[in-house]
């Protein structure tokens, strides 16, 4: 397991389904969409995300996405601000 200290965490989440068009981001159904995971680092996510994509390279509604969830946390742990 790699120490925290030197490695920091840094998590990245792959997700994708079908899109209403080729040319926005506004899934078919929200329900199926397909969350592969949460992975440690940007490599790993990278490695998921590209696999899932070659799967369904036959569908060219179909995209899968690598959000970095790192920026989007709080790293005061505060929440909500108003």
Same mark, same amino acid.
């Given at each position: 397991? $790699?120490?925290?200290?030197?490695?920091?965490?840094?998590?990245?989440?792959?997700?994708?389904?079908?899109?209403? &068009?080729?040319?926005?981001?506004?899934?078919?159904?929200?329900?199926?969409?397909?969350?592969?995971?949460?992975?440690?680092?940007?490599?790993?996510?990278?490695?998921?995300?590209? &696999?899932? $994509?070659?799967?369904?390279?036959?569908?060219?509604?179909?995209?899968?996405?690598?959000?970095?969830?790192?920026?989007?946390?709080?790293?005061?742990?505060?929440?909500a601000k108003n």
């Open positions: 397991m $790699a120490d925290s200290a030197t490695s920091p965490q840094l998590l990245h989440l792959v997700f994708g389904g079908e899109l209403d &068009s080729i040319e926005g981001v506004t899934f078919k159904d929200l329900d199926s969409l397909d969350i592969v995971g949460i992975y440690p680092n940007y490599a790993s996510a990278h490695v998921a995300w590209k &696999s899932k $994509a070659q799967q369904t390279v036959d569908n060219a509604q179909m995209r899968y996405f690598i959000v970095h969830l790192h920026r989007l946390l709080d790293p005061v742990g505060g929440g």
